[in-house]
Structures are given as structure tokens and as C-alpha cells.
């Protein structure tokens, strides 16, 4: 009796096993490595975008509306963001199509340049968040369930950040704020540290997975550190759930933003985000002024929309691959 | 894992109502109050406000949260007269003449040294405790003796000790002053809320040995005073209800039976329950609001013929770059007065002199007084003079819980910037704020604030006393203080001749600039239709004694 099972390297780097023989005899076990050739060729798992993604590319324009006026240069706005320029609190009209605030800024141009401010640090929290979750997880999910002072550590670690956990995601991400401060930096750390353990688990959760195939056990017998065998094999192969979840945690990084401004944490006046613009507008809706908060909530709400497109693109991709197998 | 390919739609609908949803839970959205005024009798006036404090038993005020209820809950021995003012503003305070309230009377001895106060005696207590020389003297000796109080600086230097009450006899009390000229002061504070009289009987009941003056008890136990009301339901930081004290004599104001208040923290949420008649009143409204409201038949928007309420920009001294006279003066001709009374008071503010103190006064001037306008042009010079040709920068401080003061500073950092100052706002919260108010830590900031006595020597002295928390500049001059102290020495400080040393110590405040008197605002509260009788007061506060209110 033979069985035969594939690795799954999509990177195809490194010694591959692609034959596990079982003869009669139990205790013989033949091994056949096949330097070069990766899971990656031989299954043809390499991931790229299927046909179903690109048909569905269209998913993708809102994506690319919000890039757009994320770029848009606020020298081309018809007023500066920032700079009172007309009556406070009046109506849209032809100058100023979106209304001003109570402060006498243009709400559109407004509007507009929050685009960078919000856009731009979601993407760093995101990215961030990605960098610290798939490190940590891989390091706690690898090396957790060993006799030593690593997997202590890392124990440790992981039971500290199911305590972390705990903690509702809006109060800890006031109190990161308060502690660190109100900067662009502080804000983009502050909320990472926030959004990094609900990724770590699932980074942990396919670590323990991935940790028990074979060709784990493979580059353990072949002799690589324990070190390199997490950071060569183990991360490669559990890190996809955190791509996935990409685009998800720079919408929450984004909701998060704008609700920090919205309970007056955020940025300093009169810096555009969104949810300082909502706070200060949620006052004037209430006596009719509904302009000054409509507007951001609306380009608010669609940001978060298209990206979960973009979300829905990539799992949509990916389902249909593992479906079908097909590259 | 899959997803829907028909998810987006419910998804949008979903972000949409959490963001409603988001906007009706949070705290700039508050629901209003359940007890509506339309089915209360005429004799209970519902009220909103912004906020409520919770301490009451500070030496001789209470949390700022809880100071415009102290007007209506505790006494003081005389008080500011109510006139007319004329056809389209409300009644006002005589300012230079005080008349009785807990005191039928008072004499003043030939020398002017000597003032004799005759108590009324049908007054009691919220506790029932009547009225007498020793709740007099016992409460300036709390008010001299605890700490924390705000009498010492601000009654100086007309009174600087308790020692200057003596008892004549059980209804009669002297206070003696070193100098005749402080007479007008004296009498100032002691008609405003540093003279508040206490019930010394019930509060010595609670006193301790480490806590002689009861301030740990009074904290939570509101009713110590003899004012027309005393505190009924009371939940801290929500509501509290005024009841009628029946020991307040009814020909010193009447006022409904029971106000109740409210607390209702966003101006917006306020402005509706005014506008649906779910209050009779709502306190610390918007500007753009009151505007909004002026031709309402269905709801008053008092204005004043005049308004100690300032908004006021403070340059602090003690460190860069407003440690420099010529910054400051720069930075005076770089604030947009024009723009910032018509954007983000709409109408509903004056420019007034530029100084502080009150032009109505007798014997005031302000021949040679320095008036400054919008000059950018102006503020760079001077800039340049100071050695910034380039310009400067600086952070200009904000209470988050004010609005107003955030749009005028976007006025002010829009405006500045054609002078080369470039601003960056910083807004912060309340506790924040007042904490840095009083340490002096920001660079510059924004403030609403009032002197409550407008006699000359308060006034001048109430920004300016050194080392208090109250300069808020953290400013100090000797020459200034040899000014007022030599307008403080003619007899008679209401005089021609007084009023030259007065204009000419305003003078030197005014051109020093570390306080910039920006606008004067007029009051931040409407009422229905229904209800009369609100009288400015120079405390800014609601004597509900003088409100009627028809059905």
C-alpha cells in the first residue's frame, strides 16, 4: 500500500516532498525529494486571479473611484480644506456645492481631502497590522505547544492577548490614544496594537494546522532550525487568511478612525477626516443642517463598501481555485 | 469561505443605519427630556442645560457645572437692582447701586470706613434655620479659611479677612475697609456670588475636626444656603429640580413653585426640545441657532443692551513666542473681529471698546485707548519688528466642549495666516483645558469667560492678580499695578477724575495685549413665548425668582 501526498509550497522554495511510500512493513518509510520541483508547478496552485475574479473586475471600480480621490491633489479642490471661506453653516449652492460647516469651510472640498487622510492611514494599519499579526501568530502558534522557554513565552503571549482580547475594541483603541497621543504615528500604532490579536489568533489557528503536515516534519528531519522552519515553511502557508482579511481591517481601521474623531480623539481641527466632520455635524443635523454630516458619512460608507468589494473579489478568487484546482 | 455575490446591497443599508444608529447613540445625540412642560402646570418651568456638576460644597462656589443654580439657592446680603434697559432688550442689573435681598438696609459711616448691614429677620433656611450675624460672619470666616476659595483674590482689596465682619448685635453686622475708596468694591462683591451667606447652624452640625467648615458634607448635601429655592431631586450629571423654599420671603421674587432641569449635552437636542415645547427653556444654545430663532413667534431670544461675556484670546507670557509685546500686539491686528461676530456669533456679538471695562460706567473714558482692527498688513510689520520677518508658529488651545471657540479659531488661523501666523488648533477636553487654564501651560487659547463685577478695580484686577489661576496670561506689570492701585487711591472711583487713572491702567492692558477682549457675547439661551421675566445678569445666570409663565 502506497499513499501519495503533495506539499502545498506556493512559494516552491526549498526541498519539496512530493512521495510518502508505506510498504508492508510499517516501520519502512521511503522518502523521494525532488530538488527544484514545487507543489506550486506540479498541482498547478498557484495563485493568480481565476477567470471568475477578472469577469467580476467590476467589483473593483469603486476600489478604484476611492484611489482616485484618494490621490486627487487638494490644489485642485475648489477651496482649501482647511481655511474658512465662506458663511458658516450654509446650505449647498453653486459655490459651495456640499455647504459649509459651522466653521465656514467648503464641505466638499472637505470632503474630499479626508480621502488621503482616512484612506492613507487605513492603509498603514492595515499593513501594519498584517506585518505584526503574521509574525507574532506564526511565532505563537509554532512554538507554543514546546517544552521551553520559548514556548513559555509564547504561551504567555498568546494568553495575554486572549485577555487583550477582551477588552471591547473601541475603548481600547480611546485608551491606546490617550496613552500615545494624537499623531499620524501614535494613531496608525495605537490601532494596530488594537486590531492585532483578533488577526494573530487566525494566523495562530492555521499555524497549528500547518505545523502538523508532513513536510514540516520533512525540513525538521532534514535538519533546519526550528526558526527557519517557522519563518520558511510555517509563515508562507498561514499568512493567506491574513491577505484575506486585508481589505476588512483597513475598513475597520478606517471605522475606527472615524469614530475616534467622532467622540473628539481624532486628528486636530481643522485637519479633514470624516469622522470629526460627522461629530460636528451630527449637532447641526439635528436642527436641519444635514449637509455637514451626509456628505462624510456617505463617502465614509462607500470607502468601506469598496473595499469589501475588493474583499469579494479576492475570496470569490480564491474559493473558486480551491474548487476547482484549476490555475 | 464564499460570500454572496448579492451581499452588497443589504451591506450598504446595514452601514447606512449603523451610522444612524451611531449618530442617535453617542454623546452629541441625547434624547430629551420625558417630563413635558406642556402638561406641567404654569407654576413648573422645565429647563435645559448643558451640564451638571457634582460638587456643591466648595468653600464658597460650587462646580462650574453647578454655578448657575447657585444663584437660586443661596443669598446674598444685597444685590444688583433690576432696571429697565429698553423696548427690544431685557431688563439689567443697576451696576453702581446695590439694594436689599437677605439685608432690609445698610448705612455707611461718615468716614466711609464703616459699612453696617440690618438683616431681615423672616428669612430661614432651606433646613429651617433662621437667618442671623452669625451665619454672616461664620461663612466669610469658611470662605477665608478653608482652602480653594476664590474670595481672598477677588475681594481684595476691599475685604482680605474675615476679621472685618464684627456682630453688633443678633441682626446687625458691621464690615469695617481699610481705604473709603474701596466702599463701591466692597459692596460688589458682596452683592455677587463671593457673598453668598450659609447656614452656619446646619453646616457646623456636620463639621468635623479635620473638616471644621463642613466641605466634605456640603459636597453632597446642596442645601446650606437661604435662597428662594432649594435642591429637590437631584441626580448628579442629569437632572435636578429647584423647590420653593418656603422660608424666602415671597416680596423678594416669587418665580414658578419647581424648576426642573434637565441635562441635555448636545445645543442641537436642546434646540428641539425648546422648538417641540418639551422645555420652557434651554440654556448655552448656538449662536447660529439664536439667530435662526430671532423672528420666532413661538420662542424668545433675549438680547441684552449690554454684555460682559467675552470671548476672549489669552497670550501667555511665560514662554515664546507671546513672551514678546510685539507678538502680541501683531497678533491683536491679525484676528478677524468683523468675521468672527458675523460667521460664528451671527449678529448676536458686539466688538465693544476692546477693553473690559464697561463703557457705562460713570466717569469712564477711553480717549487714547488702542483699538485694534484686522490689520494684517499691521501684524506683519510688527512681526518684523520683533524680528520675524518670516513669521511665526504657534498652538492655539480650544475647549472641545465650547463649539464656538473652535470655529473662531479656524477664523482666526485662516485670517492669521496672511499676517505669517501660522496657527495650529488644538482642541482638548474640558478638564484638560481648565487644567492648563490654570497652570498656564498652552501657548495661547480661546476662552469664554466674564468678570461678574463690573466696578473698575475687579475688573482690572480679575485677569491680572499675579501668581493666580485666574491670570490667565500669566501676566504681570508693575507699572499696570501701580496704575490701578493709584486709581484705587481717589476717593470716589466712580469719578472724572477716577475715570482717567481707570482708562489709563486699561490703557496699558490693552496695548500690552495678553489678553485680546475679541467680542462681547450676548446671552446663550432662549425661552418659549410663554415665559417672562428673564433679567441679564452680569453672573450670566437665570434669577428664576423673576420668570412667569402663562398656560
Known amino acids: 500500500m502506497s499513499t501519495e501526498t503533495t506539499s502545498t509550497h506556493p512559494t516552491g522554495t526549498g526541498p519539496t516532498v512530493t512521495d510518502l511510500t508505506v510498504t508492508d512493513s510499517p516501520n519502512t518509510l521511503t522518502l523521494s525529494a525532488t530538488p527544484g520541483r514545487t507543489p506550486a508547478r506540479r498541482t498547478g496552485r498557484r495563485i493568480r486571479p481565476s477567470a471568475g475574479a477578472l469577469r467580476h473586475a467590476g467589483w473593483l471600480v469603486p476600489a478604484a473611484i476611492v484611489l482616485v480621490l484618494t490621490l486627487w491633489p487638494n490644489d485642485w ?57 503574521g ?77 502538523e503536515l508532513g ?53 486636530q481641527p481643522p485637519t479633514p477626516e470624516w469622522g470629526a466632520m460627522i461629530a460636528g455635524g451630527s449637532s447641526d443635523a439635528a436642527v436641519g443642517r444635514w449637509w455637514t454630516a451626509l456628505f462624510p458619512s456617505a463617502a465614509l460608507i462607500g470607502t468601506v463598501l469598496a473595499t469589501l468589494s475588493v474583499r469579494d473579489a479576492l475570496v470569490v478568487s480564491v474559493a473558486n481555485r480551491r474548487a476547482t484546482g484549476r490555475g | 469561505m464564499t460570500r454572496s455575490r448579492r451581499g452588497l446591497l443589504p451591506r450598504a443599508l446595514a452601514a447606512l443605519a449603523l451610522v444612524g444608529l451611531l449618530a442617535a447613540c453617542t454623546p452629541a445625540a441625547n434624547s430629551t427630556p420625558t417630563d413635558s412642560s406642556s402638561s406641567d402646570a404654569s407654576d413648573t418651568l422645565v429647563v435645559a442645560i448643558p451640564a451638571l456638576g457634582s460638587k456643591w460644597g466648595m468653600p464658597d462656589t460650587a462646580d462650574d457645572g453647578l454655578l448657575p443654580i447657585l444663584t437660586n439657592v443661596r443669598a446674598t446680603l444685597i444685590r444688583k437692582p433690576y432696571v429697565e434697559t429698553g423696548a427690544d432688550t431685557v431688563p439689567g442689573q443697576d451696576l453702581y447701586s446695590f439694594g436689599p435681598y437677605l439685608a432690609k438696609s445698610y448705612d455707611v459711616s461718615e468716614d466711609g470706613l464703616t459699612y453696617t448691614f440690618h438683616l431681615r429677620d423672616d428669612i430661614t433656611s432651606a433646613a429651617g434655620n433662621p437667618l442671623t450675624v452669625d451665619d454672616v460672619i461664620w461663612s466669610y470666616e469658611r470662605k477665608f479659611g478653608a482652602e480653594g476659595g476664590q474670595t481672598p483674590e477677588v475681594n481684595a482689596p476691599a475685604i482680605t479677612s474675615a476679621s472685618q465682619f464684627s456682630k453688633v448685635d443678633d441682626s446687625t453686622v458691621a464690615v469695617t475697609i481699610a481705604s473709603a475708596s474701596d466702599g463701591l468694591l466692597l459692596l460688589a462683591v458682596m452683592a455677587d456670588y463671593t457673598g453668598y451667606i450659609y447656614d452656619s447652624v446646619l453646616l457646623k452640625e456636620h463639621a468635623t475636626a479635620d473638616d471644621p467648615y463642613a466641605l466634605a458634607w456640603s459636597d453632597s448635601n446642596p442645601n446650606f444656603g437661604f435662597g428662594p429655592y432649594s435642591v429637590g431631586d437631584y441626580v448628579a450629571g442629569q437632572s435636578v429640580d429647584l423647590v420653593k423654599n418656603p422660608g424666602f420671603p415671597s416680596d423678594l421674587g416669587t418665580g414658578p413653585n419647581e424648576v426642573r432641569m434637565r441635562v441635555i449635552p448636545d445645543a442641537g ?108 498688513a ?6 518684523a519688528q520683533a ?48 487644567e492648563g487654564r490654570g497652570d498656564h501651560t498652552p501657548q495661547a487659547f480661546l476662552t469664554r469667560d466674564y468678570a461678574i463685577s463690573l466696578v473698575p478695580s475687579y475688573e482690572l484686577r480679575l485677569y491680572t492678580h499675579p501668581d493666580s489661576r485666574n491670570n490667565l496670561a ?19 472711583p466712580l469719578s472724572d477724575a477716577a475715570g482717567v487713572k481707570w482708562s489709563a491702567a486699561e490703557n496699558y492692558l490693552v496695548n500690552e495685549s495678553p489678553l485680546n477682549f475679541v467680542a462681547a457675547i450676548q446671552p446663550a439661551l432662549a425661552y418659549s413665548s410663554t415665559v417672562d421675566g428673564f433679567v441679564w445678569r452680569t453672573d450670566q445666570f437665570v434669577d428664576y425668582t423673576q420668570i412667569t409663565k402663562s398656560k
Open chain 1, 77 to 133: 479642490l475648489p477651496f482649501p480644506p482647511t481655511a474658512s471661506v465662506g458663511a458658516a453653516g450654509s446650505a449647498p449652492d453653486g459655490v459651495h456645492w456640499f455647504g459649509t460647516d459651522s466653521a465656514g469651510m467648503d464641505v466638499f472640498s472637505r470632503t474630499i481631502a479626508s480621502f488621503r487622510i482616512d484612506v492613507l492611514l487605513g492603509i498603514l494599519v492595515a499593513v501594519l497590522t498584517t506585518v505584526i499579526s
Open chain 1, 135 to 211: 509574525a507574532v501568530g506564526v511565532l505563537v502558534g509554532f512554538f507554543e505547544g514546546e517544552r521551553s522557554v520559548t514556548g513559555t513565552i509564547t504561551r504567555l503571549i498568546g494568553r495575554g492577548l486572549d485577555l487583550f482580547q477582551a477588552i471591547p475594541i473601541m475603548a481600547a483603541a480611546l485608551v491606546a490614544v490617550v496613552a500615545f497621543g494624537l499623531s499620524i504615528p501614535s494613531l496608525v500604532i495605537s490601532l494596530a496594537v488594537v486590531l492585532s490579536p483578533a488577526q494573530i489568533r487566525l494566523v495562530r489557528t492555521e499555524v497549528l494546522r500547518v505545523r
Open chain 1, 215 to 267: 513536510y514540516i516534519d520533512a525540513a525538521t528531519i532534514a535538519g533546519y532550525g526550528r526558526f527557519r522552519i517557522a519563518v520558511s515553511r510555517v509563515l508562507p502557508n498561514s499568512v493567506w487568511p491574513l491577505v484575506e482579511n486585508l481589505p476588512l481591517i483597513f475598513a475597520t481601521s478606517i471605522m475606527i478612525l472615524a469614530a475616534l474623531g467622532f467622540l473628539g480623539v481624532g486628528l
Open chain 2, 269 to 376: 437636542t436642546r434646540f428641539n426640545a425648546l422648538s417641540s415645547g418639551d422645555v420652557d427653556m434651554a440654556l448655552n444654545l448656538e449662536p447660529q441657532d439664536l439667530a435662526e430663532l430671532a423672528d420666532s413667534s413661538t420662542i424668545t431670544v433675549p438680547t441684552a443692551a449690554k454684555s460682559n461675556a467675552w470671548l476672549i484670546m489669552s497670550m501667555l507670557t511665560n514662554k515664546a513666542p507671546f513672551d514678546d509685546t510685539l507678538v502680541r500686539q501683531a497678533m491683536s491686528y491679525a484676528i478677524p473681529y468683523d468675521q468672527i461676530i458675523d460667521n460664528v456669533y451671527f449678529g448676536r456679538a458686539t466688538r465693544g471698546t476692546g477693553g473690559l471695562l464697561d463703557p457705562d460706567a460713570p466717569g469712564y473714558t477711553d480717549e487714547n485707548l488702542t483699538v485694534y482692527d484686522y490689520d494684517p
Open chain 2, 378 to 383: 499691521k501684524a506683519k510689520e510688527l512681526l
Open chain 2, 387 to 434: 524680528g520675524h520677518p518670516d513669521g511665526i508658529s504657534f498652538t492655539l488651545t480650544v475647549d472641545s466642549t465650547v463649539p464656538e471657540l473652535e470655529s473662531a479659531a479656524v477664523q482666526m488661523k485662516t485670517a492669521a495666516a496672511e499676517s505669517g501666523l501660522d496657527i495650529s488648533i488644538e482642541k482638548v477636553s474640558q478638564s484638560v483645558f481648565f
Open chain 2, 474 to 492: 500669566d501676566w504681570t506689570s508693575t507699572e499696570f499695578e501701580n496704575l490701578v492701585t493709584a486709581a484705587e487711591a481717589e476717593p470716589d
